[in-house]
């Protein structure tokens, strides 16, 4: 799962997250791009920092997660920010997945 919100709403991403069963994500840090997003202030482009959170979880808690994220972020609110989900086919390196296929039972 990504979700892409503004500077600084990382942390609130990851505590609504962890609260609905996920252990940890990665952010990353960005920007938007295109002239929706950009605003002037004193004749001087802004363009607003993103944080992309990623967020790797078992499909059981797919459902869960995005529904608690939604909710909480208000993402039906133009701006909040928006999140989208991706099947893996593999994973590896995580400590307690290494011996784990698509085929083995959780």
Known sequence: MTVIVNRGMAD??????RKAGVKGGTVIHGRGTGSEFTEKLFGVEIVPEKELVIIL??????????????????????????????????????????????????
């Open 57 to 106: 979880m078992p499909s059981d808690l797919v459902s869960k997660v995005a529904d608690e994220l939604y909710r909480e972020l208000q993402l039906d609110v133009p701006g909040n920010g928006i999140l989208f989900v991706e099947p893996v086919a593999e994973v590896r390196g995580l400590a307690d997945s290494h011996n784990k296929t698509n085929n083995e039972k959780e």
């Open 12 to 17: 609130s991403v990851m505590e609504i997250a």
